[in-house]
């Protein structure tokens, strides 16, 4: 049948269904509709009873379905990776320095390092690891061993050292020559476990070149700190719009 004035209350909610032959006004639910969404934000569902208001939930929060027979709820996000910081360099500066940025939180951490250029020429990006303020520093024994796009590799070696070098006589410069790669950082807060580090870097030496970088210090230390420098010279650019970026992760287990 046709709808009429008054048929349906303003701004309400209506279902029509289709029988086969005609559409059919089905109107009971205008009223509950009404009185259970009553926020903005609010979400209609179906309970064990009838129809229900679920409450806008937390920013940023999902809808988790619970299967068949249970209601949906607002649901945080779960991740492994927990950012534990981001910082940025737009100059130069002789080291960079990231402190009290490991704890006995997580025992293993992802750092995220891109594009950070050296000013001179043919020199090593360097790993120093310590405790919370670099006061104390520690020895490492490390092998990094770079590949260029010919395939011509080099090794560099160390049983110990005061930095690790995670590049290898790189060319300076804020194009293509930038540094970008990652560092696993393990049990780098553990006083009965040796801290260990894998590096994966990209940079420019006589043509593309990427390196890995197997480091471990000689004797079980809490280390809360690190910081990256060059062999020689300072690391960073001055030049408009040239931004180096670190971002630490720490990773759950479970």
């Known amino acids: 049948s046709n709808l009429a004035a008054g048929d349906l209350d303003a701004d ?10 005609d559409w059919i006004l089905q109107n009971p639910l205008t009223s509950d509709y009404a009185s259970s969404l009553t926020t903005r934000g609010d979400i209609l569902f179906r309970d064990a009873s009838g129809e229900a208001r679920l409450a806008a939930g937390t920013s940023g929060y999902f809808l988790k379905t619970q299967g068949s027979g249970a209601d949906p709820v607002w649901s945080a996000v779960s991740s492994s990776f927990t950012k534990i910081s981001t910082a940025t360099l737009n100059t130069t ?23 950070i250029p050296t000013v ?35 090794t560099q070696i160390s049983t110990s050292a005061s930095e690790a070098k995670i590049s290898y006589a790189q060319v300076s410069g804020v194009a293509h020559q930038s540094m970008s790669g990652w560092m696993w950082v393990f049990n780098p807060t553990s006083s009965v476990i040796s801290t260990r580090v894998i590096a994966n870097t990209s940079y420019y030496r006589a043509s593309y070149e990427s390196a890995i970088t197997y480091a471990v210090t000689t004797s079980a230390s809490s280390d809360e700190s690190f910081k990256l420098e060059a062999s020689s010279g300072n690391i960073g650019s001055a030049t408009s719009g040239a931004v180096s970026r670190v971002t630490i992760f720490g990773v759950s287990h479970s």
């Open 12 to 21: 309400a909610f209506a279902q029509l269904t289709f029988d086969g032959t």
């Open 93 to 115: 500066a002789s080291a960079w320095s990231f402190l009290d940025c490991f704890s006995s939180d997580y025992d293993t951490y992802l750092v995220v390092m891109n594009a």
């Open 120 to 154: 001179s020429d043919s020199v090593n990006m360097e790993l120093i690891l310590g405790d919370d303020d670099l006061s104390a520093t520690r020895t490492l024994s490390y092998r990094l061993v770079s590949e260029d796009h010919a395939g011509t590799t080099s």
